[in-house]
Structure formats: C-alpha cells, structure tokens
C-alpha cells in the first residue's frame, strides 16, 4: 500500500465522511461481497462524498476560528498525511470541476476571495487569483537517472529535470528529508573538492 497513505488507511480510526466499512471496501480489504450488496455499498459511499461537499459550506462558515485552528495544530509525526489529505482534497474537487465542466479557476478564485476576507474581517478584501496548469510530456525516469549517473546533466531539458523533480516528489516510499541529507552531503564534498583544486592550482610550481 502507497506509504502516505498509513494513517489514512488506520483501522482503528474514527469515522469521517467515510465509515470504517466504507475504508476497508474501498482499500481492498473487505471482499465478500456480492454483486448487488456492491452495488449497494457504492451508492451509500457516493451519497455520503456528495452530502460532504455540501457540508463543507456550513463547516467554512460556522466552525469558530478557534476549532478551525485545533484541527490544523498537527503534531510533527502527522504533518505529511495530513498535508497529503488536503492535496488529495483538491486533486478530487480538480477532477470533480472537470467531470461537472467547471472552470476550477473560478472554485478555486471563490474559495480563496472567501478566506480572504475571513482574514480581513471584511467582505470589502478583493483579491486576484493566477492559476495555470502547464501539461508536460511524460518523462522517462529511467533514461533520466541513465543520463545523471553518465554525468551528461548538459543533455537534459528544463522539463525533465522538472518532470524528474516532481516524480521524485511524489513517488510514495521516497523520503524527501533522506533525499534534502543526501544532496546536502554530495553538495559539500563537492564544495571541498572544488576548494581543494582551486588551492592546488594556485599554488602549483610556476
């Protein structure tokens, strides 16, 4: 199973807009079912995700500031899933817009014109909200690795050291803090070996 999605996937935690049962059908592993109870299991599910949404309007506008902060005053261990709950909320409501044809530009300018003049207190806070998506071929890892273990970085494009970047980013089981100690490390012994050359040639014999 994706590793992000560990405590999502936790047996023993309490229910959210999905029910315990709702979980184990959806990760796999509950399957004796038959086709009819399936089917009915699917439509309960859909139901609830659709009565959320409209939840989500009472819930942004009549939770106090107060619980809106204790919900998001994660402890260090939680941070990443719950970081990955809310970007898999917006990938859902991004696909979601395209399945209903609405811009999400305009969700999402609502959405943040709205927490704006939360901030302010003030309905009067206007705001401009740039979004763009840049679709980029698909990049082939591998001949991209290939070609850094070669030392050929000068054949790479912008957009595959970019595409690489964001595979890297989001490919579950790689640990961005253990890939931030190695880079730091390859980036001193570099560092070392460049001074060390410079010393060397400034005081090579004439």
């Known amino acids: 199973m994706d590793d992000r999605l560990d405590l ?3 047996p023993d935690r309490a229910r959210g807009i999905l029910t315990p049962s709702d ?9 004796d079912y038959t086709d009819h ?7 309960r599910i859909r139901r609830r995700v659709r009565n959320a949404i409209l939840d989500w309007s009472i819930v942004a506008t009549h939770l106090e500031t107060r619980d809106r902060q204790t919900v998001f ?14 970007a898999d909320a917006l ?4 696909l979601g817009a395209d399945d209903s044809q609405i811009p999400f530009t305009e969700l999402l300018t609502r959405g943040v014109s709205r927490a704006e003049q939360n901030l302010a207190g003030s309905a009067h806070r206007v705001v401009t909200v740039d979004f763009g998506v840049e679709r980029v071929s ?32 989001d490919a579950p089981g790689v640990s961005l803090e253990r890939l931030r100690e190695d880079l730091a490390g390859q980036l001193l012994e570099f560092s070392e070996t460049e001074a060390s050359d410079a010393d060397a040639l400034e005081h090579r014999p004439e």
């Open 8 to 10: 999502a996937a936790d």
């Open 23 to 31: 979980r184990e059908f959806l990760l796999g592993r509950k399957t």
């Open 37 to 43: 109870s399936r089917k009915q299991k699917r439509n």
């Open 73 to 86: 005053d994660l402890e260090a261990d939680e941070r990443e899933s719950y970081t990955n709950g809310m």
């Open 91 to 94: 990938a859902f409501f991004y």
């Open 138 to 169: 698909e990049v082939d890892g591998d001949a991209v690795i290939d070609t850094l273990e070669d030392g050929r970085l000068e054949e790479l494009t912008e957009e595959e050291l970019r595409g690489f970047a964001r595979l890297l980013a």
